[in-house]
């Protein structure tokens, strides 16, 4: 238990630290206070900075516990897959270093999205940043032109997604003995049903309450 322990933990600082540096970067508190400007008092924003601070810790705390719940769920959802489409058993810790393993793919995205931001659009709203998503469809399309119920699975379609599956694929394939093609099959038939059914859950309440 030990090795996937190690690398879950060095997976929770590495996200800590580029959050952190994401948004000291790109100042996120200035363009943060230029979005609430329009819709609170100045009170209200002082208010509502005074209570993100006194309780920013709790972030540090979330994060590892989201990442956590996170490889558990998705390690359990390819542990599904395995029991119907895999005649070789792999045990539920192998599947959840493989989901820490794949997870680091997406550490990538806090990088390219502080470098974007901070040499090429300078100028940006804190929309900007929560809706920029490198080498995904929101990024072709421009998400100020989408309903906002398709945003998220515009996001979700990039070429990050595709690489975890790879991953995913290879890891299963090698650790079953067969290919990287049957365990393609494995992530798409298991991971890949969950991911559907999540984003039409995200887009349904999107929709309703949006």
Do not use: C
């Not at 994401?22 to 100045?42: P, V, W």
């Not at 994060?63 to 558990?72: A, E, N, V, W």
């Amino acid at each position: 238990m030990k090795l996937p322990l190690f690398k879950y933990i060095f997976l929770t600082i590495i996200t800590i630290l580029l959050i952190e540096i994401t948004r000291k970067s790109l100042d996120f508190n200035s363009a943060l206070y230029n979005s609430l400007a329009d819709k609170l008092t100045n009170q209200q924003i002082h208010d509502y900075f005074e209570f993100q601070k006194k309780w920013q810790w709790l972030e540090y705390l979330i994060i590892p516990i989201i990442l956590l719940i996170k490889t558990s769920l998705i390690a359990s959802i390819l542990y599904m897959g395995i029991f119907f489409f895999s005649k070789i058993p792999i045990t539920f810790k192998q599947l959840w270093n493989f989901a820490i393993i794949a997870e680091f793919i997406f550490l990538i995205v806090p990088i390219i999205k502080t470098i974007w931001f901070y040499f090429f659009q300078t100028n940006y709203t804190i929309e900007d940043i929560q809706y920029f998503f490198p080498l995904s469809a929101l990024n072709i399309v421009d998400y100020k032109g989408l309903e906002p119920w398709l945003i998220y699975p515009f996001q979700i379609i990039n070429l990050f997604e595709l690489a975890y599956w790879l991953v995913l694929a290879y890891l299963i394939g090698k650790t079953t003995e067969t290919n990287m093609d049957r365990g393609l099959k494995i992530v798409a038939s298991s991971y890949g049903s969950a991911l559907l059914l999540w984003v039409v859950v995200i887009m349904f309440f999107t929709l309703n309450y949006s």
